[in-house]
């Protein structure tokens, strides 16, 4: 199942220039996703990250790797489709190479809990065959 950039702003509220995923190439409800990220160089953050040796922030990494945890959750549970899902945790980040202009980026989110309206995933993201960011993250679909 591949999931559009047009139709995945049905399952998550982010919008330009904040939505950091430009569609999902696989998902398996309730289990796992993997979107993709093209990096270019007319990325609005770029202008003001390190503008003479342009670097994707972590942060950033992060959020793209929630934006792809929410969209799994709420493809997951229709009933939470169009709802806002919140961080309720962060842990174990970890940045292990930069991420440039012209990278292709892979979020890859595998569920590692989901109660209720709760859900932790272990998030990595790869440029390649390289790890560039790895996390855990725990968030909540709200109401």
Same mark, same amino acid.
């Given at each position: 199942m591949v999931i559009e950039h047009q139709e995945l702003k049905k399952y998550i509220p982010h919008r330009h220039?904040?939505?950091?995923?430009? =569609? /999902?190439? %696989?998902? %398996? +409800?309730g289990k796992r996703a993997v979107g993709v990220k093209n990096i270019t160089g007319s990325e609005s953050f770029f202008s003001g990250h390190f503008p003479d040796e342009p670097?994707?922030?972590? !942060?950033?990494? /992060?959020?793209?790797?929630?934006?792809?945890?929410?969209?799994?959750?709420? @493809?997951?549970?229709?009933?939470?489709?169009? *709802? /806002?899902? @919140?961080?309720?945790? /962060?842990?174990?980040? =970890?940045? *292990? *190479?930069? +991420? &440039?202009?012209?990278?292709? +980026? &892979?979020? %890859? +989110?595998? !569920?590692?809990?989901?109660r209720r309206r709760m859900w932790k995933v272990e998030g990595t993201a790869r440029v390649g065959d390289d790890v560039v960011c790895s996390a855990l993250l725990t968030a909540m679909v709200k109401g």
């Open positions: 220039p904040f939505l950091l995923v430009d =569609r /999902i190439i %696989e998902i %398996e +409800v670097v994707m922030p972590g !942060v950033l990494i /992060i959020e793209a790797l929630a934006q792809t945890a929410a969209a799994l959750a709420t @493809y997951s549970s229709p009933d939470d489709q169009g *709802k /806002i899902i @919140y961080f309720a945790a /962060i842990d174990n980040a =970890r940045f *292990k *190479k930069l +991420v &440039l202009p012209g990278d292709t +980026v &892979l979020l %890859e +989110v595998d !569920v590692i809990s989901a």
